[in-house]
């Protein structure tokens, strides 16, 4: 934690990394722990819901946090289902086998991911469009009101929550459901010191967390009944995603022999972790589980 306060708060990580090629949002896999083509790129869900035990697998831990997204959502084999934000495409594998989901589409807004995904030939996926999950239009008319769930693991925090939603509403049938996670302001933000607060926003910011994209619980639900929704559920996961990353990273050791390029991709995954350790010991923002269904 000590070296990120040598750090200018106001810009993004990105500005203290070499210039290299990649997407801001680009997440080297196999430094975490998933060497597959198709492969995770979330924070995890680090205990085991069937004997309550922590996880120590990151891909795992991965399917985990995807888990309870799919649960959220109330998956079926017959749902025809869109993934936002799927990253290089783990989770379209696993709403597959372990949903028996049929028909899928995807957005993503990584280049590299899109090619990676498409190269893999998914028999299940009729759709994956490089395109982003808080703009109108989608990209393909034929999305509108196709999907009787929406899913979307670790990825709405780096969007506004209305405009999310909005896509959302785009895509889904009529009682369509929906099921994310993103970031909320706890109820200890008001009385927290300026200090934290700003602290905690400026991390964020480096890590694609805008200020504006942060909401308190109760504007969350607010949004979602503005929106139109019904059966709304939270669920704050903070143990065991903020601090099971953490603990997760902490105990790796650091790759040896790693070239200028994937030692800015490890220094990257190490200051995710030190922020989400901040996150968990402070409790200002919660790593909120969403889930809710049209009228
Ligand atoms: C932490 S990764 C999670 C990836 C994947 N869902 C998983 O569970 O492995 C977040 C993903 O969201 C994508 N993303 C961020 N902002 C986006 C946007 N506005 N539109 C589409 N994708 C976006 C990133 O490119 C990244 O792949």
Redesign the pocket.
Same mark, same amino acid.
């Given at each position: 934690m000590r070296n990120l306060f040598r750090l200018n708060l106001r810009q993004p990580l990105q500005k203290y990394l070499p210039q290299v090629s990649k &997407?801001r949002? =680009?997440?080297a896999?196999p430094l975490l722990g998933d060497p597959n083509v198709l =492969?995770?790129?979330? /924070?995890g869900f680090w205990r085991n819901t069937l004997d309550d035990q922590n996880i120590s697998d990151y891909q795992r831990a991965?399917a985990q946090?995807?888990q309870q997204v799919g649960l959220a959502a109330g998956l079926q084999t017959s749902d025809v289902v869109l993934? /936002?934000?799927?990253?290089?495409?783990?989770?379209l594998a696993y709403w597959a086998k372990q949903f028996g989901i049929q028909h899928l589409s995807a /957005?993503?807004?990584?280049p590299a991911?899109i090619a990676r995904i498409q190269a893999a030939h998914l028999p299940q996926l009729d759709g994956i469009y490089q395109?982003?999950?808080?703009?109108l239009p989608l990209p393909d008319h034929r999305l509108n009101h196709a999907f009787d769930a929406v899913v979307?693991?670790?990825?709405a925090y &780096? =969007?506004q929550l209305a405009d999310?939603l909005a896509v959302n509403m785009a895509a889904l049938k009529p009682q369509g459901r929906m099921a994310f996670t993103t970031l909320v302001k706890s109820s200890r933000w008001p009385q927290a010191g300026w200090l934290y607060q700003h602290l905690t926003l400026k991390l964020l910011n480096m890590a694609?967390v805008p200020a504006q994209n942060l909401q308190p619980q109760h504007e969350i639900i607010a949004t979602l009944q503005q929106a139109g929704c019904i059966d709304i559920q939270l669920q704050v996961l903070d143990q065991e995603v903020f601090s099971g990353f953490a603990k997760y990273i902490q105990q790796l050791e650091a790759p040896k022999h790693l070239a200028w390029a994937a030692k800015t991709d490890w220094l990257k995954i190490k200051l995710t972790a030190q922020l989400c350790h901040f996150l968990a010991q402070h409790g200002l923002i919660h790593y909120m589980l969403v889930s809710a269904r049209l009228a």
């Open positions: &997407h949002f =680009a997440i896999s =492969a995770w790129s979330n /924070l991965c946090l995807a993934d /936002l934000g799927c990253g290089q495409g783990a989770s /957005l993503e807004i990584q991911c395109a982003p999950f808080d703009q979307c693991v670790d990825a &780096h =969007a999310f694609y």
